[in-house]
Structures are given as C-alpha cells and as structure tokens.
C-alpha cells in the first residue's frame, strides 16, 4: 500500500506561471487536505476536502484552488504562482470517522520555489 | 480547536527517558489530544492520541493532566531516529482544522 504519494517531489516556478500539485491517496478515504509549510514555521491548512464532491477553505486558501472529483485525488492549482507561495506543500487524507479520533496520514511534500 | 503551548526544544541523551510538555488551559471537554511528529524532510505521522485516560502504543505513552490543561508524551528509550519535530494537537467534535503550531524540537544526543 503505497498510502500518499505527491508530485512532482519539487519543482522550480517562473512567477506567474499556473502549477497544479498532484496528491493521490489509495486508502479510501473520504477527507482530504493540503497544507503548507514554510521555514521554521508549522503546518497551516490551506483547503480541505470532507468527501468526493466537496471542498473547503482553510486559513490560508487564498491564491490557491482545489477539485475532488472522485475520492482519490486532489489537486491543489496556483492558478498565477507568486514568491510568496514558496514553500513545502503537504497533502495528507483521513478516514473521517469522527472528528475528535481522525488521525491524518501525510504525503511526503512538494517544495515548491516561485521566483 | 484551542491551542496549544509547547517549548520551542529540548535535548535528550540517547536510551533516555524524555517528556515533552504540552499546555491547553483552554481545552473544552470534547476535544482529543493528538501528538504527531515530523522527521527532518517528511511529513508528520501520527504518535498517539487520548481523551482522558492515560494511553500507551508502541511509540510512546501519552500522561493527561486529571484537569486535562496538559499533557506528557513520554518516549521511553530515546533513540536518534526519535530526533523530529513534535507536535500537540487538540481536536474537537467539528472543524476540520489541525493546528500544529511550532512544536518541540527534540534533538537527541549520542
């Protein structure tokens, strides 16, 4: 079982360019998510998603943009990247059993520079 | 979720007990403790949760305050592996939210 798997592993990005990170989980899950995370600092959540068909924001969604269209995936898209964006971008899944018992399986990571 | 407070890091010499701390004054009677750690360049994995009772697991055991505004995890032979970035996490009934904060940066020494 392979559980998370991202791509790319990294990725260099002119600013202003449109880059969609790819997140794959194969445990069924229902709830997805996508959160970044800078240097020295924790994870922040940018979006979410509860189950197939469903997103949400987080607290910090702006300038990025998520679909589920099926329970596996969920792409994170910069719709115009800018250097503030640089970062290590982690997706992570749960089986959304209950809310207070949810443990979250996370991705490997995507760093990501925008100059 | 409420937040927590934990410090910014701590030293451990190798096969030795550590505890590391965790405050949640503003924890409601519904919301689960989470620890989870982050290894340098992956991502966070689970370590161990708890409501009330004290919790054990093959990673480590979790010790909750009786009026539940703290926590220990305890790890009980630190190894090098265990050096990694440890986070405290309350979970409530809604919200879909981990805030991880900073963590505790725990570096072990040989």
């Known amino acids: 079982i392979a559980g998370i798997t991202q791509a790319p592993t990294s990725q260099i990005l002119a600013a202003g360019r449109r880059m969609t990170l790819r997140c794959t989980q194969d445990?069924?899950?229902?709830?997805m998510y996508w959160y970044r995370q800078d240097l020295g600092l924790g994870l922040r959540l940018i979006h979410y998603?509860?189950?197939?068909?469903?997103?949400g924001k987080g607290e910090v969604p702006d300038g990025y943009s998520v679909s589920r269209a099926n329970t596996d995936d969920f792409p994170l898209t910069l719709a115009s990247a800018v250097p503030s964006q640089t970062s290590v971008y982690f997706c992570?899944?749960?089986?959304?059993?209950?809310?207070?018992?949810?443990?979250?399986?996370f991705g490997p990571g995507t760093r990501l520079t925008v100059l | 979720d409420a937040k927590t407070t934990q410090p910014n890091s701590m030293e451990s010499n190798e096969e030795e007990p550590v505890h590391l701390p965790c405050n949640h004054s503003?924890?409601?009677?519904?919301?689960?403790i989470h620890w989870y750690r982050q290894l340098p360049s992956q991502g966070p994995e689970y370590v161990i949760h708890?409501?009330?009772s004290n919790v054990n697991n093959r990673m480590a055991s979790l010790a909750i305050a009786e009026d539940r505004k703290s926590s220990t995890l305890i790890l009980h032979r630190a190894t090098l592996r265990d050096a990694a970035v440890y986070y405290c996490?309350?979970?409530?009934?809604?919200?879909?939210?981990?805030?991880f904060g900073t963590g505790t940066s725990l570096t072990v020494i040989p």
């Open positions: 992570a899944s749960s089986d959304g059993a209950g809310r207070g018992v949810d443990t979250q399986y």
């Open positions: 503003t924890i409601s009677g519904t919301d689960y």
């Open positions: 996490i309350l979970r409530g009934l809604t919200g879909n939210q981990f805030y």
């Open positions: 708890g409501l009330t």
């Open positions: 445990m069924r899950h229902n709830a």
């Open positions: 998603s509860n189950t197939a068909g469903t997103t």
